[in-house]
């Protein structure tokens, strides 16, 4: 990647990640974003700190999360669009929204409003057998979110988040009937989105399997080459 440490232009990069739950997309967003000098929008971590807030909006929140369905939009949407307008940056990274078609064409019309369209929508593709290995082994920190995994991504104290000192625990929603209807919940909500985008010549396909690093490395050569000017998907 260092190689390619001169491409970047930092700041103004508009994506939006999208992908079954365990795809990578928080692991991936947080590199990009830092990559790229933008925020890490992630619609599941504001949540989740909502809910460990005991915010209304968390206890709304928790209903739906818990069964492993999808926040209604209105709540969702409004939210998003509070944070994009009010993140004063030209840029921002997407991770877990839209989630659906209303919410995919409410961020197209905010986004036309304040004329700062989108550059690149990447789909990353996983199969179910690695998402429920990926979930089954997935520890959070309630704090700060940083993602870690229990074979080859583990803090270095147990149970201790690296990053902030919090605790690393099993999310409530990664227990496997949930994730079940999480995946359940994705074909048939998110997926379409997929077409929703390839029709705006947006999408790219990333294979979300195997190195970090070198999905990290796809998902750059993938907005490298958008940003120089080759149509997406
Ligand atoms: P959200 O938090 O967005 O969950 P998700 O989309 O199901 O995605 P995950 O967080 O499960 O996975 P990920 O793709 O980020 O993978 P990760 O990097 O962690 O949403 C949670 C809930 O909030 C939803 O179910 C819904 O109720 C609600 N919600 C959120 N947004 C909403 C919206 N827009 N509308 C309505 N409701 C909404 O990686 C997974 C694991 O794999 C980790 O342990 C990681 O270390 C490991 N890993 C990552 N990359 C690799 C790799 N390359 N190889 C091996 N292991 C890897």
Known sequence: ????????????????????????KGTQAA????????????????????????????????????EGELVPDDVVIGMVADRVE???????LLDGFPRTTPQAEALEGLLDDLGRPLDIVLHFRID??????????????????????????VPEEEGVCDRCGGDVILRDDDREDVVRNRLDVYREETEPLAEFYGERGLLVEVDAVGDPDAITERAT??????RDGDTAA
């Open 1 to 24: 990647m260092d190689d390619q440490e001169d491409d970047v232009t930092t700041g103004d990069l508009r994506a939006v990640l999208f992908g079954p739950p365990g795809a990578g």
């Open 128 to 153: 179910d057998d690695e998402v429920v290995r990926r979930i089954a082994g997935r520890r959070v920190c309630v704090d700060c979110g940083a993602t870690y995994h229990v074979e080859h991504d």
């Open 86 to 92: 009010d993140s004063g940056e030209a840029g921002f």
């Open 221 to 226: 050569e993938a907005i490298t080459s958008v």
């Open 31 to 66: 590199r990009l974003a830092e990559r790229y000098g933008v925020p890490h929008i992630a619609t599941g971590d504001i949540f989740r700190a909502n809910v460990n807030g005991g915010t209304d909006l968390g206890r709304e929140a928790k209903r739906y999360m818990d």
